[in-house]
């Protein structure tokens, strides 16, 4: 006689919302990028932070901190966020939307959700973090503003067409900055409690993966002290930007982001 035998596995639909990131990958595996690999010291930006939990009780947001420099960074260097238009032409806006990733909870779970921070180098970190703040406060809202009906309709489309699509859309520079911000910013280790770095397929010509902070020993002074390293990704389009700008580029946001300041 035939027995019943317990399943071994499970089937779910695949979620409508994440073909945005399916596509998102196809495109940017497209682009030549220039990954670089770097460690930045944040002992003194989290030792700030610390006093001031300690002295408030309040919890700053780190990824408004790196948004905070990778925005000030971008303004002294803004050929890394420059767009190709339908002509071919180079164009470099003057300010700098940066997209982050946020940690939201909505309806009991939690889930990573995108959001642009403009016109982030002409505003202080203690801006962009009340705002971030909110966005995390208000998730019910923000989840409903992005839930855009037609979406559906066009993700039934076969993929060259919705490329097509893509190609309109990013063929204005404009376009693109408006729905997608002109730089990008993950921040895995909000996510993940470790270090290492994150190589992704970037949709922008700019884009900073920022890892976990791990302790590890550095020389300083002569001496070999303890202090706190953040892995960084960089990429940068090198269709637009060739190696030494963009070598000077990363210079310029390692030396924001542990000068500790804001």
């Known amino acids: ?3 019943s035998q317990p399943p071994y596995f499970t089937v779910q639909p695949f979620p409508r919302a994440r073909q945005v990131i399916v596509d998102a990958n196809r495109l940017g595996k497209r682009k030549r990028t220039i990954y670089g690999l770097l460690e930045f010291d944040v002992t003194e930006p989290r030792r ?3 006093q001031h939990k300690a002295q408030t009780g309040e919890a700053l947001s780190f990824t408004a901190y790196l948004a905070f420099c ?6 002294d260097h803004p050929q890394v966020q420059a767009l ?3 002509r071919g032409r180079l164009v470099t ?3 700098v939307d940066v997209t982050v990733v946020i940690d939201i909870e909505l309806e009991g779970r939690r889930f990573p959700m995108s959001h642009i921070l403009r016109a982030a180098q002409r505003r202080g970190f203690r801006d962009l973090h009340d705002e971030i703040r909110r966005v995390q406060g208000d998730a019910q809202a923000s989840a409903s503003r992005r839930r855009w009906p037609a979406l559906r309709w066009f993700f039934l489309l076969p993929a060259p067409a919705r490329d097509l699509v893509y190609a309109v859309l990013m063929a204005s520079p404009q376009r693109v900055k408006h729905h997608t911000g002109t730089v990008g910013l993950t921040a895995l280790g909000m996510f ?3 270090g290492g770095w994150g190589i992704n ?27 706190e390293i953040l892995n960084i990704t960089l990429g ?5 930007v060739d190696g030494i700008p963009a070598a000077r580029f990363a210079s310029r946001f390692k030396e924001l982001v542990e000068e500790g300041t804001w």
């Open 192 to 194: 993940a409690d470790m």
């Open 93 to 95: 806006f003057d300010d």
């Open 236 to 240: 940068v389009n090198h269709d637009v």
């Open 70 to 75: 990778l925005a000030r960074a971008v303004a």
């Open 201 to 227: 397929a970037p949709t922008h010509n700019c884009s900073v993966v920022a890892g976990g902070i791990e302790p590890k020993p550095v020389a300083r002074d002569g001496q070999v002290v303890v202090r």
């Open 1 to 3: 006689m035939p027995t």
């Open 48 to 50: 700030r932070m610390a």
């Open 84 to 86: 190709r238009d339908w």
